[in-house]
Nanobody
């Protein structure tokens, strides 16, 4: 089995910093794209940014300007960083990864459990 475990969420201050981590574990052969999504109450889940294995990034409009994504392939971990939180950033943040697992015939999408980020003013 493959799991994605997220950490770093919580109650935070507007204008402050956030660093989310997501570590993949299990019988992993290869991880392709990893990315971060978020879902605010009453809203659809939206892409923030994704990153390929070689570091190529794809920022959605919601992620441009304030968010930075990075990954550590040796640790099977992806990060999301911002230094300018806004109350509008309040949402559940989800990690996503496209992974080839041992015993699988192809790549599959995996999702983390989600971590709550609440930004107060």
């Amino acid at each position: 089995q493959v799991q994605l475990v997220e950490s770093g969420g919580g109650l935070l201050q507007a204008g402050g910093s956030l660093r989310l981590s997501c570590a993949a574990s299990g019988s992993i052969i290869r991880i392709n794209v990893m990315g971060w999504y978020r879902q605010a109450p009453g809203k659809q889940r939206e892409l923030i940014v994704a990153i390929s294995r070689d570091g190529t990034t794809n920022y959605a409009d919601s992620g441009k300007g304030r968010f930075t994504i990075s990954r550590d392939n040796a640790k099977n971990t992806v990060y999301l960083q911002t230094n300018s939180l806004k109350p509008e950033d309040t949402a559940v943040y989800y990690c996503n990864a496209v992974i080839l697992a041992h015993g699988s015939r192809g790549y599959q999408d995996y999702w983390g459990q989600g971590t709550q980020v609440t930004v107060s003013s």
